[in-house]
């Protein structure tokens, strides 16, 4: 892979869809896996060597985000919940993931790791927010979309209905390892 090390990992990884996009001008929809297959054809990005234990934990920890569960009540529950904290090993800070089963967890468990799911679906609606705002203000054909924050009638008639959707697996590349 040619690394330009004054480029950071991101800077690198946007190179590589700039690069493809200006090879590729005409193109109006295309995939990350098309992006992806052309850089790994050019030479542009080489997987790199994760050691066995990340791998599994990587495999594992995505698997655990997308299991499920009947509660009592009759509820589509997610069963594993994960909890980051900074713990210090050998004298290092070192962030790691805490994982528990819902039908057993602490109170403190589960309090932070719903707080932090909270944080993060906070976080996402910000961005769709500035990226909402700026199309509309920037964008060539005059459009505007409109997009609601508030998701109380959403959640009400979805829970009325019985079915919450699977929203869990639309966009993979927003949650990270677990």
Not at 1 to 23: L, S
Not at 120 to 130: F, V, Y
């Amino acid at each position: 892979m040619n690394t330009d090390f004054k480029k950071t990992w991101a800077e690198q990884r946007q190179t590589i869809v700039n690069d493809y996009r200006a090879r590729h001008p005409d193109l109006q929809d295309w995939t990350m896996e098309d992006v992806a297959a052309d850089a790994i054809r050019q030479g542009k990005w080489v997987p790199p060597t994760k050691s066995a234990i990340k791998l599994c934990a990587a495999e594992l920890s995505k698997a655990c985000r997308e299991e499920y569960y009947e509660d009592p009540q009759g509820r589509r529950v997610r069963l594993k919940h994960a909890r980051r904290e900074t713990v210090t090993v050998d004298g290092n800070p070192r962030q790691m993931v805490f994982w528990e089963d819902i039908r057993n967890s602490k109170p403190d468990h589960m309090r932070v790791s719903l707080q932090q799911r909270r944080g993060a679906i906070l976080s996402d609606n910000a961005q769709l927010k500035r990226d909402t705002d700026s199309y509309n203000e920037n964008n060539p054909h005059g459009a505007h979309i409109q997009m609601s924050f508030d998701y109380s009638e959403d959640l009400l008639e979805m829970e009325s209905s019985g079915e919450y959707g699977d929203f869990d697996n639309q966009d993979e590349e927003s949650e990270d390892s677990e």
